[in-house]
Structure formats: C-alpha cells, structure tokens
C-alpha cells in the first residue's frame, strides 16, 4: 500500500522526494516542538537494530516469513499474532508513505485494517515517550485521513517494556499549527 503516490524514498540517505523537491521528515520538526535532543546516546548503533527490526517486521507482513531471530522482533510477531488471533485484521501493510505533497513526508510502520477503518502503529526500541508519539501518530493519522481513510485507533509497540499502548493522537488543528503555523 502507498498513500504517497510518486514520493520516492532514499534509504541510505533516509530522504524523501517529490517531483524533484525535498520533503521533510516528521521527527526533526516534532523533536524541535518538544525540546528533545539526543544527546550522547549511541545514536548510529541504536539507529541500526531499529532498522533491522523494522526490516524483519516488513519482511514478515509481506511475505509471512521469519528472517530474524532478534528477540524484540520474536516479541512483535507473538503480540500480533496474539492480538489478532481473537480480531483477526481484513488486511496489514508495513512501512506506508504518507506525505502532504508539498512539505512532509514519512512512513508509518503498520498499517492494519478493519471492517471500520485502520489502526496505525508505530515501533519504538527505546522508552516509551507518549507525548511524542501522540505528535508522531497524529501526524501520521492527519496524513492517513487525508488521503481518505478512517483512522480508529494508534497503538504503540515498544519492545523495550514489551507492551502495546494505545496512543491517542493529537487533533488536526495541532497538527496543522506543528506542520504549518496555522
């Protein structure tokens, strides 16, 4: 699935592009929003196993295989595979571009889909920070909503506490005064 038609994104350089323009990712301005840094923590190792995680999650919604044995990936198939045993989702998708087309572009980890509308999920490897996440899933949720879909819920999944939190978002005229200065 891509709700971000024609946006191409450039892994190694984690950009993304429109028609030839730049288009920023969301964390930089919601970080800016917040007053968060990241001080001295190991960012590139820290980068790296998120990637490997997200990489074994996608490749298990897309195909159905297990290519990791990571622990915190063990633990995201077990949770949904658990979750949906007893709400078993119509359709899933991992790793959907969102974007406004003209400033911001991201993906949104999981994508799942019922008979009323979707539940965004973002992962996390490090704390659970729920004023963050209810930026970042609001924003992912204003983006979704936009190009015509229901969102019902966002969830987090952090595989460093092992749970699944539900977040609620923040609202579109947030989002519309973070992104635009409206």
């Avoid at 622990?71 to 979750?83: C, F, Q, Y």
């Avoid at 979707?118 to 609001?138: A, H």
């Avoid at 939190?165 to 005229?173: E, I, L």
Wanted: glycine share 6%; net charge negative; charged share 25%.
């Amino acid at each position: 699935m891509n709700l971000a038609k024609g946006v191409q994104f450039d892994k190694s350089l984690h950009s993304y592009t429109y028609n030839g323009k730049n288009l920023s990712g969301v964390t930089g301005v919601i970080c800016d929003h917040l007053g968060l840094h990241f001080g001295d923590a190991p960012v590139a190792e820290r980068a790296a196993e998120g990637t490997h995680i997200h990489e074994a999650v996608q490749a298990w919604i897309e195909s159905g295989l297990r290519t990791s044995n990571h622990p915190a990936v063990t633990w995201i198939m077990n949770a949904l595979k658990e979750r949906w045993e007893s709400d078993p989702p119509l359709e899933v998708y991992s790793e959907v571009l969102v974007t406004d087309y003209d400033r911001y572009a991201s993906a949104v980890d999981l994508m799942v889909h019922y008979k009323d509308g979707w539940v965004l999920y973002d992962i996390k490897t490090g704390r659970f920070k729920p004023e963050y996440l209810s930026w970042q899933l609001g924003v992912y949720k204003y983006f979704v909503e936009k190009a015509g879909l229901t969102v019902i819920r966002t969830e987090c999944i952090c595989t460093r506490e092992k749970m699944l939190y539900v977040v609620r978002p923040r609202d579109s005229d947030d989002i519309e005064k973070l992104l635009y200065k409206i």
